[in-house]
Structures are given as structure tokens and as C-alpha cells.
């Protein structure tokens, strides 16, 4: 049974058998005789105190260790003997002095430099981690701010994250020299001068001292040698997070300004994506939300990184970690409550009806024709389908080409039009009351049928599938003519012939027979017809519609639109 002896290094407390106890005390009263007569012996005493304190707690596993003489000779293997060090003047001479094992270069560490800074070190400590000149690394920073914004964000993580090289063997580390008790006490001399050039490359001298006197065997050099292999493997997964992880915020952060700012300072145009949002949230703050749920997880994307790629990154803490969870859990939450209060607005489909009969100057002819939006001279977009204009009394309103018109075979003797205006929303009452505020107008002028090709509705109805859907009624016998304008308002309940498509039936005379079917009274040659309609796909607004014939004569036409599936074949 040993007795255990409580001290206090460095102002750290570690427990330590009485034999480990007088082993340390012995070693380090010779050090101090070793320093005796040397300039600056308590700083590089206390520097010593604190690397061997830095040691014993990386070998802790964990806080009621005690401390035995193995810990205590791995650590004086670590430091070295007083008597292996030239511990006066000569140390700064060119000549090679006498090294031990324990004196060979460990790896570097990232520190923030604060000896050699602008702002915060960052680049200077990146200089030394990465063997480059701080010159380099801060031209980098610079171009990566000015081309991408990059460079600002890198900058600031790097000075949260890095820990900052305040004491003498934290500025050793950072240069890559072991921090022994020799380049402790050149540390102290020195005053930080000159550093930058004895930064040597640490690991090729070690691997070639090791091949020089072989102390390592075949497979252990195999080993080093697949752990190199999987050290490059992690260091690339690791540049892979951290560009992932940097786009993705950056691509966020222009986001949040353009869309989010826009909306609060009322930019221009901003309205435009307004009228999707149904929810009822400001733009600006589902900007915000979805900044933080989206941006959050790739933080953390991009600390892994970092954390992969630089051993001693410091963490960013607990209260950090925690305060980030539960900020992107309160932004998933408000996503989720985003997202059904959408779709709420459009879980049913209202509608209102108006029927007129159409009294035609010519009751056996009936020219229909569509116009256009030239009342509305302000688009947002030009040659848009979906827009938002401005009226006549400056008033903005959403602007929708979603208008079909359809013929159909009249029961009775008269003509009439029935129009079906078509809008979404939370319950069938705010459905129906958005449908009714659809502007949608027509005209007859003796034979002629002039509809719109277009609806407007006021912008606080927002986009909610508002559509128009028409359809005309004649008796038996009418004739109908299309103008050019009609093409792509025609819808595909109307029924002709079968040997020709909706292209073939503008500005030709279709008269009404009593199967609900147009009939064209001037066109060509059935056979001529057919030679052009087969070997067709077509698709639009109102479904899809198929021709094909084989080489034998065989012919499969399918039509799929609101009615069903309808396949013949001949």
C-alpha cells in the first residue's frame, strides 16, 4: 500500500504515490540547479511545470487517477534529462548539438499566433500549422472575402475555434519543435524572434532516423504506413465536410440577406415570391427559420471537418452545443408549422359557376377568337404565363394564363356559355370566396366569342391554383370556326374527328353532329390526314394524348384528361 500525496502543478491538482512524488521533485530540483545561472529561470521553470502538468493530464484517464513513477518516466522521456541539453549560450550556435530520442520533433498544433497578428493571429498560426509563410495565408483569406465572402466566415470560425498560443509550450507546439526542456528555455531566450525559420518538417526526420537505425521492424513499419494511408483517407473526408459544410453556409448566408433583408427593407420584386407564401409568415422570418434548420446541422458539417483536420481545435463548449440544438429544434418545429399551414391553404377546391346564353347573330356560325393582356402594359415578367401586373389604378394583381375553354353539344336549341372559376384555400367557404374574386371577362360581338386569355385576382388572394374553366354549348348544326389565337386555350373535352389534332383545327369550319363531335366541313382528304396524325405525342394543360401505327397498318391511340384513361385501337 503507497501513500498518496495530493499537488498542485501549474495550478492543476493531481494525486501522485509518494515514490512517483519524489522521483518528480527530484527531477525538477535538478532542472532548477540546471537554470541557476540562467536569464529568465523562473519562466522557463514555470513553462516546464506547465508542459509536464500538460502531460500527466493527457495520460489521466480520468480524474481520480493517481499518478505512479511510469507516468513520471514517460513524462522525463518526453522532457529529457537536464544533463542531455547545452543549457547556455551555445545553444544558438549553428553547430548540430547533442539530441535524444525524447528531443525529436513532435507534430504541430494549431494556435492562434498572437506574438505575430493583424486582427486575431488566425492567419499567422495557419502559417505555422501549414509550413507557409503568414504572408500567403492572409493573401488567401483576402481573396476568398473578396470573390466569395468565404474568407470572412473562415476567418471568424478559425478565431472561435482555435485556441489561442499563450504559453511557451503552447508556442512551441505550434512551430512543431518537441517541447523539452531545451527548446523551452531557447523559447525564453530567444523572445519569439526568428521562430518562423527553425520550423523544421518534423515527420521526415523522424521517419529517416527511424530507417537509419532501424529501430523499427517490417511490420511496424507496414503499420505507419497504412495508418499514413488512413490519416490521408480522413484528412480528405475532412476537406469534403468542410467545403460541404462552407457552401452550404455561405449559399445560406447570401439567402438569409437576399430574400429575408429584401423583404424587410420592401426591395422591389420581393412581392413576387410573397404571393406563394400562404402560410401567412413573413418572408423575412421563414428566411430566418429556415437559416437556422437548414444551417445549423451544416455547422456542425463543417466543425467536424475542422476537428478532422486540426488535432487541438478547440471545442466550442457545451452551453454552445446545447443552445445550437435546441435553436434548430425550435426552427424545425416552426418549419414543420410553415409547412402544414401551406398545405392547409390548399387542402380543398372551391368553385363558382356563371352561365349566360349566347345569342348569336348568325345561328349557324360562330367564330370563336382569345385575346390577349395588352390592357396590363406592366409585367414583373415578360412572356410569362404567371405574372403580377399593374391596372390601370396602379393596383398590382396576380395575372394567370391557367384558361381553357372547351365545345360541347347543347341539349336544347340554344347557345351558352358556362364559366367555372376554380381557387384553393383552407375550408370549401375560403375556396369558394377567393374563386369569386377571379376577374375573368368575354365578349360576343355579333358571331364572334372573344375570350380572355388570362384571369386576374387581387395580390392579398395570393397563388392558390386559381384557374378558369369554360365551356361552350351549341345546338346541333352550329358551325364554329377557330381563330389562331385559340390554340393553346383549346381544351381536350372538346371532341372532332379523331384523324386530326388540336393544330389541324385552327381556321377551319367544324360543324356540331349529334354525337357531341365536331365534324370539319372544309379540311382535307381523311387519308391526307391520317398520313400527317400518326406517329404523335402531345401534352399539355389537359393531359396527354397519343397516336401511333405500326409498319403493318395497326394504330393504338390513347388519351388521358379529366374524364379517364381512354386507349382504342384499330
Known amino acids: 500500500m503507497n501513500k498518496t500525496i495530493n499537488i498542485n502543478l501549474a495550478g492543476t491538482f493531481f494525486h501522485i504515490d509518494e515514490d512517483a512524488y519524489l522521483k518528480l521533485q527530484g527531477y525538477l530540483d535538478a532542472i532548477r540547479r540546471s537554470f541557476s545561472d540562467t536569464q529568465g529561470r523562473d519562466e522557463i521553470i514555470s513553462d516546464i511545470e506547465a508542459r509536464i502538468a500538460e502531460l500527466f493530464t493527457e495520460k489521466m484517464e480520468n480524474d481520480r487517477q493517481v499518478i505512479s513513477t511510469k507516468e513520471v518516466d514517460a513524462v522525463i522521456a518526453v522532457m529529457g534529462q537536464p544533463e542531455d541539453y547545452l543549457v547556455d549560450e551555445e545553444i544558438f550556435d549553428d553547430e548540430p548539438k547533442k539530441r535524444t530520442k525524447s528531443s525529436t520533433a513532435s507534430s504541430k498544433k494549431l494556435y492562434r499566433d498572437m506574438d505575430d497578428k493583424y486582427i486575431g493571429g488566425v492567419c499567422s498560426g495557419l502559417g505555422y500549422y501549414l509550413g507557409i509563410d503568414a504572408v500567403w495565408v492572409r493573401l488567401l483569406f483576402i481573396l476568398f472575402t473578396i470573390f466569395s465572402g468565404f474568407g470572412l466566415i473562415a476567418y471568424i470560425l478559425f478565431w472561435i475555434l482555435a485556441p489561442e498560443a499563450s504559453t511557451t509550450s503552447q508556442k512551441i507546439a505550434m512551430t512543431g519543435d518537441p517541447v523539452n526542456i531545451s527548446n523551452i528555455e531557447k523559447k525564453v531566450k530567444e523572445g519569439f524572434d526568428n521562430v518562423a525559420e527553425k520550423v523544421k518538417d518534423v515527420d521526415y526526420e523522424k521517419i529517416g532516423n527511424n530507417v537509419k537505425s532501424g529501430s523499427k521492424g517490417f511490420f511496424d513499419t507496414l503499420g505507419d504506413i497504412i495508418v499514413f494511408f488512413f490519416k490521408i483517407i480522413a484528412k480528405f473526408i475532412g476537406i469534403i465536410l468542410l467545403i460541404t459544410g462552407a457552401a452550404t453556409l455561405i449559399g445560406l448566408f447570401v439567402g438569409l440577406f437576399t430574400v429575408g433583408i429584401a423583404d424587410i427593407i420592401h426591395i422591389p420584386g420581393i412581392d413576387f415570391v410573397d404571393i406563394f407564401n400562404t402560410s401567412g409568415t413573413p418572408i423575412w422570418l421563414a428566411s430566418l427559420i429556415t437559416f437556422f434548420a437548414v444551417g445549423i446541422p451544416f455547422f456542425f458539417l463543417f466543425y467536424l ?10 471545442s466550442i463548449g457545451n452551453i ?185 383545327i385552327i381556321n377551319h369550319k367544324w360543324k356540331m353532329n349529334d354525337d357531341n363531335e365536331l365534324h370539319c366541313i372544309d379540311c382535307e382528304d381523311e387519308d391526307d390526314s391520317e398520313e400527317d396524325e400518326t406517329n404523335r405525342v402531345l401534352i399539355d394543360e389537359e393531359g396527354i394524348d397519343i397516336k401511333v401505327e405500326d409498319k403493318d397498318g395497326d394504330k393504338l391511340e390513347m388519351k388521358l384528361d379529366e374524364n379517364g384513361l381512354k386507349i382504342e385501337t384499330t
Not at 305 to 314: D, F, H, W, Y
Open 305 to 314: 471537418g475542422l476537428k478532422i483536420l486540426v488535432n487541438n481545435l478547440k
Open 320 to 504: 454552445a452545443k446545447f443552445s445550437l440544438l435546441g435553436l434548430w429544434l425550435m426552427s424545425v418545429v416552426g418549419l414543420f408549422i410553415m409547412g402544414v399551414r401551406q398545405a392547409s391553404e390548399h387542402a380543398y377546391t372551391g368553385s363558382t359557376v356563371v352561365k349566360e346564353e349566347l345569342y348569336l347573330a348568325d345561328q349557324d356560325t360562330l367564330h370563336i377568337k382569345m385575346n390577349d393582356s395588352n390592357n396590363y402594359s406592366d409585367h414583373y415578367y415578360r412572356d410569362s404565363r404567371f405574372d403580377i401586373v399593374v391596372d390601370r389604378n396602379d393596383n398590382e394583381r396576380i395575372y394567370s394564363e391557367d384558361v381553357i375553354f372547351n365545345i360541347r353539344q347543347s341539349e336544347d336549341s340554344l347557345a351558352y356559355i358556362n364559366i367555372r372559376k376554380e381557387a384553393d384555400g383552407r375550408n370549401f367557404k375560403s375556396a369558394r370566396n377567393r374563386a369569386e374574386n377571379i376577374e375573368y371577362n368575354y365578349e360576343l360581338k355579333d358571331n364572334t366569342l372573344i375570350l380572355d386569355d388570362f384571369l386576374t385576382t387581387p395580390l392579398e388572394n395570393k397563388f392558390r391554383d386559381q384557374e378558369i374553366r369554360i365551356s361552350i354549348y351549341v345546338p346541333e348544326g352550329t358551325v364554329i370556326v377557330f381563330d389562331d389565337s385559340t390554340y393553346s386555350g383549346i381544351g381536350r373535352s372538346t371532341n372532332y374527328e379523331p384523324n386530326y389534332s388540336r393544330s389541324s
